[in-house]
C-alpha cells in the first residue's frame, strides 16, 4: 500500500535498533558520554573503542555531508589514503623517533615496521611528491579525507571526547608560495566557521600551539561548554582568543635592569616563587629546568617552545641530578611593578639548593613570558580585561611551510630552473568528536538535542488513541505518506509501539532528540489539528495539515 504511492518502506520505530541502556554508565563522567550510550547511539567494545549504533551513523553521515559541501566549496578534492603506514615515511620527517607511546606501532609478518595512522601529512606529501609533473599546475591543491584514525591513549575518558579510534577530516594544502599558504590557510577558516555556523554551535576560535604537528601558525576551534578540557582567554572588546598555552597578556613595564639582576638578587625578591621541571627526550631526561615566577603558574608549552624541548615535566629540587645541564627561566612577572609585599616562599635552605645547583651546572639564563595567562589578566592588543572559558577543541588548522615538503621531496620548478619546496597546510576536524561535543553542548535535562541538520530522523509521527480508534492510524499513514514524498524522505520515523503508555512515547522521542514529534492526539480527534513538539526550544504548536506541511517545506531550525 505505501509503495504504491512512492514510500518504499515506512520507518517503524520498533524496528529501529536501539539499545538503550537508561542506567547510567558507572565510568560515564560526561552528560553526552551517558546520553550516548543510554540513547544507543554507541556500544563500548573495548577501553576507548566503540561501535557507532544505527543512529550515531546517520548523524555522523549528515555532518559528513556538510563538511564536503563546504570543502569542496573552497576547491577541496576528496580522496582515501590507508590507515596502514610504513614507517619509512615517518622516518623520513623524524616523527617515528619524536611520537611517543600513543602512536600504534606494528610489525608486518616480514618485519617491517608500520603504524595505524594519528594524521596523514607523510602520506599525502610523499603522494604529491609522487605527482611532480602535475601537482605544481594545480595549485592551490587540496585534498582531504574523511577517515578513522588511532592514538593509543594513556587514559581513554569521556567517550567519544577521548578515545582511541574516532572519525575525522583531515585536509592538506599545497601552495607555490608562503602568501598564497596564508590565503589558503584563511579561505579554510572561513570554510569551518560556514559548518560551525550551519551546526548553530557556539564556537570560539583561538590561536593555538602547533604541537608535534609542527609549523610556526594554527588555530583551534573549540564548542563553548564547562565540559571543555581546554581553557581559553577571549577579549569581548577587540575578539582576541587563544588557548591557555598561547595566550598571552598585557605586561607592565619592566624595570631597565631587570636583565642585570644577579640569580642570587632575583630569589631575594618579596613574592617570588620557584617551579621545578626536567626536559625529556625519548622519555628520558636530559635538562633540570628551574622557573621563577610571581604570583603565576608557568605554562609548559610556553617553556617547550622556548627551549625547543620535546616534554617538559614537573620535577621536584631534591631528585634534580646535578650531571644534567640547567636552564634558569626567569618569567617576566618577576619584574613587574608594583611589587608584593609577600615574603618569598622560597626557605633560606630552597635558596641555597638552587644557588649551589645553579653553580655546579652548566647553566644559562633566560627572560621571557613563561607563564598562564588567567581571567582579568589584561588583553595584549587592547589591554580590556580578559575572559576565562572552557572549550572542546573539535577543529585544528595548521600553516606547515616546508616542514614535511623539504625531506619528502615535495617540490615545483621555480623560474630558475631548479625546484622549490610546496608551502603546506594542514587541516583537521574531527567529526565524531564534533557529534559528541554538540550533545555535550546542547543537551538539556530531557536528553539530547541536536541541531536539525545533523539529526538521525527530523521528525516523528506519535499517532495516540489507535485502538480504540483506527481511523487515527489510516489518518497517520497517510500524513506519512504525504510527508516522505514532499520535504521528509527517508527523515521520517514512525512511532508504532502501542504497547507503551502515550506519555512513555513522547518522553523518548524528547530523550532521543528528534527534532520534531507530530503528536495526533485529542486535539486532532475534536479538531484535526496536530500538536508539535519542537526539540530544540520546547515549543508546542497546534497546526492544522496546511501549517503543518508549510513549516517543513519553508525550512525549520
Not at 567519544?160 to 579554510?188: C, I, N
Not at 479538531?527 to 508546542?540: H, M, P
Request: glycine share 6%; net charge neutral; hydrophobic share 35%.
Amino acid at each position: 500500500k505505501m509503495q504504491a504511492v512512492g514510500v518504499s518502506r515506512v520507518i517503524h520505530r520498533s524496528r529501529l535498533f536501539i539499545p538503550e541502556k537508561r542506567e547510567v554508565p558507572t565510568d560515564a563522567v560526561l552528560r553526552s558520554h551517558q546520553l550516548m550510550i543510554q540513547s544507543g547511539l554507541i556500544s563500548q567494545s573495548s577501553s576507548g573503542i566503540y561501535s557507532f549504533l544505527p543512529l550515531a551513523t546517520r548523524s555522523l553521515n549528515k555532518l559528513v555531508a556538510i563538511i564536503d559541501e563546504e570543502m569542496e566549496s573552497i576547491g577541496g578534492q576528496k580522496l582515501s589514503m590507508p590507515s596502514m603506514i610504513s614507517a619509512d615515511l615517518w622516518k623520513k620527517t623524524k616523527r617515528w623517533e619524536q611520537m611517543g607511546p600513543e602512536l600504534v606501532r606494528f610489525q608486518d609478518r616480514k618485519g617491517a615496521d608500520f603504524c595505524l595512522g594519528p594524521t596523514h601529512e607523510e602520506v599525502v606529501t610523499d603522494l604529491v611528491a609522487q605527482s611532480r609533473d602535475t601537482a605544481h599546475k594545480q595549485a592551490p591543491l587540496l585534498l582531504y579525507q574523511t577517515t578513522w584514525k588511532f592514538r593509543d591513549e594513556v587514559r581513554p575518558r569521556f567517550g567519544l571526547l577521548r578515545g582511541r579510534e574516532f572519525l575525522m577530516k583531515d585536509m592538506y594544502s599545497f601552495d607555490r608560495t608562503k602568501e598564497a599558504a596564508f590565503e589558503t590557510y584563511e579561505q579554510v577558516k572561513s570554510a569551518y566557521r560556514r559548518v560551525f555556523d550551519r551546526l548553530e554551535a557556539k564556537y570560539a576560535i583561538a590561536d593555538a600551539d602547533s604541537g608535534k604537528i609542527g609549523g610556526d601558525k594554527s588555530h583551534e576551534f573549540h564548542l563553548l561548554s564547562d565540559a571543555g578540557e581546554d581553557t581559553l582567554l577571549s577579549c569581548s572588546k577587540c575578539g582576541t582568543a587563544a588557548n591557555v598555552e598561547k595566550s598571552v597578556r598585557h605586561l607592565h613595564d619592566l624595570p631597565t635592569n631587570h636583565n642585570t639582576m644577579s640569580l642570587k638578587d632575583i630569589a631575594n625578591l618579596k613574592g617570588i616563587e620557584a617551579h621545578f621541571l626536567k626536559a625529556y627526550a625519548s622519555e628520558k631526561p636530559f635538562k633540570n629546568i628551574i622557573v621563577f615566577t610571581k604570583d603565576r603558574h608557568p605554562n609548559h608549552t610556553k617553556i617547550q617552545s622556548k627551549l625547543g624541548h620535546d616534554d617538559v615535566q614537573d620535577a621536584s629540587l631534591d631528585k634534580m641530578d646535578e650531571s644534567l645541564g640547567l636552564s634558569i627561566l626567569i618569567d617576566h612577572s618577576v619584574f613587574e611593578s608594583p611589587s608584593t609585599d609577600a615574603p618569598s616562599s622560597l626557605t633560606d635552605v630552597t635558596r641555597q639548593k638552587i644557588l649551589d645547583l645553579a653553580s655546579n651546572s652548566k647553566s644559562h639564563h633566560l627572560t621571557g613570558d613563561f607563564h598562564n595567562v588567567k581571567h582579568g589578566d589584561h588583553c595584549s592588543h587592547c589591554q580590556s580585561s580578559l575572559q576565562q572559558t572552557r572549550g572542546i577543541e573539535v577543529g585544528h588548522v595548521f600553516y606547515l611551510g616546508t616542514k614535511y615538503s623539504v625531506p619528502l621531496d615535495a617540490v615545483q620548478p621555480n623560474h630558475t630552473g631548479g625546484f622549490d619546496p610546496f608551502e603546506m597546510g594542514c587541516y583537521g576536524m574531527g567529526v565524531s568528536r564534533i557529534l559528541a561535543g554538540i550533545i555535550e553542548a546542547q543537551h538539556d535535562q530531557h536528553g539530547i538535542r541536536y541541531p536539525e541538520c545533523i539529526a538521525p530522523y527530523r521528525a516523528i509521527v506519535i499517532p495516540l488513541g489507535t485502538d480504540k480508534n483506527p481511523k487515527i492510524q489510516d489518518d497517520a499513514d497517510q500524513l506519512y505518506r504525504d510527508l516522505w514524498n514532499s520535504h521528509l524522505k527517508n527523515d521520517l520515523v514512525m512511532e508504532d509501539r502501542t504497547h507503551h503508555h502515550p506519555g512513555y512515547r513522547m518522553n523518548d522521542a524528547r530523550f532521543l532528540g528528534f527534532p520534531y514529534a507530530i503528536v495526533m492526539g485529542r486535539d486532532y480527534k475534536d479538531n484535526g489539528r496536530f500538536e508539535v513538539q519542537i526539540r530544540r526550544s520546547g515549543e508546542k504548536l497546534s497546526l492544522n495539515r496546511d501549517q503543518l506541511f508549510n513549516l517543513f517545506s519553508h525550512g525549520t531550525k
